[in-house]
C-alpha cells in the first residue's frame, strides 16, 4: 500500500487555506479533506509494516506542535509543479523525527532527505502555457505573503493514498493525538 504520515491541520487554519486557493485559477487544487503536512512518505509499504509503525506510535509520547503557516512558494523551478505555504512551528522537527525514526525501526526503508515542512495548495500539468504561467505570477505577488497565526496541532495520522486520475483519496488507517 502507499502511505504517509501526516499532522492534521488544526480546524482553524483550513477555511483560510480554502479561501486562499479559491482565488488562484491554474492547476489543480488540493481538495480540503486532503490539506495537511507530511511528516514521513513511506511509499509502498507491506500491510504488516504499516501496522507495526501504528504500533510504534500508538506507544510513543509525541509531543505538542504549534503549527505556523507563512509564505507561499514553488516546487519545480522554473516548471513548477507544486504550489505550496511554508510551514515552521515549535514542536514540528522534534514530531518528524520521532515519526522518522518509528518508520524506520518499523522497517520502513526511507531516504535522507532535508525536511520541508509545507502543506500543499495545488499541482500543475507537466507544462504551463505562458497565460496560466501569468496567473500564476499574478497570485503569487498577490499572495505571496500569505500568513496565518500559529495554531496548536492535534493529531497525526497515517494515511493510505489511493491514486487517481483527479486525484488522490487519503484513506486515514490510525490517528495519535499529540501530547500537551
Known amino acids: 500500500m502507499r502511505a504517509f504520515v ?4 488544526p480546524d482553524e487554519v483550513i477555511q483560510p487555506l480554502t479561501r ?19 511528516l514521513a512518505f513511506l511509499g509502498d509499504v507491506a500491510d504488516g509494516i504499516a501496522h507495526d509503525l501504528a504500533e ?10 504549534t503549527l505556523e503557516l507563512a509564505g507561499l512558494d514553488l516546487f519545480g523551478g522554473r516548471r513548477p509543479t507544486v504550489l505550496y ?6 514542536g514540528l522537527q522534534t514530531i518528524h523525527d520521532k515519526v522518522m525514526r518509528a518508520a524506520r525501526e ?6 535522507r532527505e532535508r ?8 499541482r500543475f500539468a507537466a507544462h504551463l502555457g505562458e497565460k496560466d504561467q ?15 497565526p500559529s495554531a496548536k496541532a492535534a493529531s497525526i495520522t497515517l494515511y493510505r493514498s489511493h491514486l487517481r486520475d483527479d486525484g488522490a483519496i487519503h484513506e486515514p488507517l490510525a490517528s495519535f493525538d499529540l501530547d500537551g
Open 6 to 9: 501526516a499532522l492534521d491541520l
Open 56 to 65: 510504534a506510535l500508538a506507544g510513543m509520547r509525541l509531543g505538542p506542535v
Open 20 to 38: 486562499l486557493q479559491s482565488g488562484l485559477t491554474v492547476g489543480r487544487h488540493t481538495p480540503e479533506e486532503n490539506l495537511h503536512l507530511t
Open 106 to 111: 518499523a522497517g520502513v526503508v526511507l531516504p
Open 134 to 148: 501569468r496567473r500564476l505570477g499574478e497570485f503569487l505577488s498577490l499572495n505571496g505573503t500569505f500568513a496565518l
Open 85 to 90: 505555504v511554508a510551514a515552521r512551528g515549535e
Open 115 to 122: 525536511f520541508r515542512p509545507h502543506v500543499t495548495l495545488a
